[in-house]
């Protein structure tokens, strides 16, 4: 699943293939994909002006309104010559340049959405998204996860609480912070928190310096792959000794997510 540097990758990456083209027309295969009502009479004839991301959300800047592309769990984009659409490829738009951008989604879980460019960042979904690692403050965060009795693992992949960190890459910072998924966040410390902020910080950054991370049928854009999996200290390394204890790394259910600890490095 992409996560924020995958997302990232991906933004970085359209920018050099789409930025200053119009979009000429728009085909949509998946109508259960698109949020808003006459998104296609509403996009045609557009100007793409710049592409943002806030967390895991792609925000494409055009003339009158933002199109919010969140990718879920399998979306991908491919710039093409003008063709036939292919299977998976569910919403195609066609550019002034005879090629068209194509979002590809094996499982139909990506959505779009058309906003009004001045008042995109006080609505849902992007109004309801925490703030990234990097800009969170560790006080804030620590009065809000005292409030909670989940475990830290499951507060982490809250996007209202805090933006950007999936699966994988909660995983390696738990790891790094030395702290147990299970945890429970009223029990977490000013130190643990802290902890927790700043390994975040340096995965996320790594990990998008190198591309993010290239894991099962997830790769970015255009073959772009990331290195990032090269990196994972315990995320998919399941019975592989510990870096550090030597200690066989363990998978257990978090919350009914896949999690992987090292149960010496990080005591329950």
Partial sequence: MPELPEVETVRRTLKTLVLGKMITDVHVYWSNC???????????????????????????????????SHLRMEGKYYLHQKRLPSNHEHVVFDLNTQESLTYHDTRKFGKFELIDKNIYLDVPPL????????????????????????????????????????????????????????????????????????????????????????????????????????????????DIPCEICHTPIIKIKVGGRGTYVCPTCQKK
Wanted: glycine fraction near 6%; proline fraction near 3%; aromatic fraction near 8%.
């Fill in 127 to 238: 109004s309801l998204l925490g703030k990234e690692p990097k800009d969170t403050d560790p006080l804030t965060l620590y009065k809000r996860l005292k409030q909670k009795t989940i475990p830290v693992k499951m507060a982490l992949l809250d996007q209202h609480l805090i933006a950007g960190l999936g699966n994988i890459y909660v995983d390696e910072t738990l790891f790094r912070a030395g702290i147990h998924p299970e945890k429970k966040c009223h029990r977490l410390t000013k130190k643990d928190v802290n902890h927790i902020i700043y390994h975040a910080i340096n995965v996320l950054s790594y990990a998008t310096e190198l591309g993010g991370s290239t894991i099962r049928t997830y790769h970015a854009t255009h073959g772009v792959d990331g290195k990032f999996q090269n990196e994972l200290k315990v995320h998919t390394k399941k």
């Fill in 34 to 68: 698109v949020i808003t009502q006459d998104f296609e009479k509403k996009i045609i004839g557009q100007w793409i002006h710049d592409i943002l991301r806030y967390g895991k959300y792609l925000v494409f800047v055009l003339d009158h309104h933002v199109m919010i």
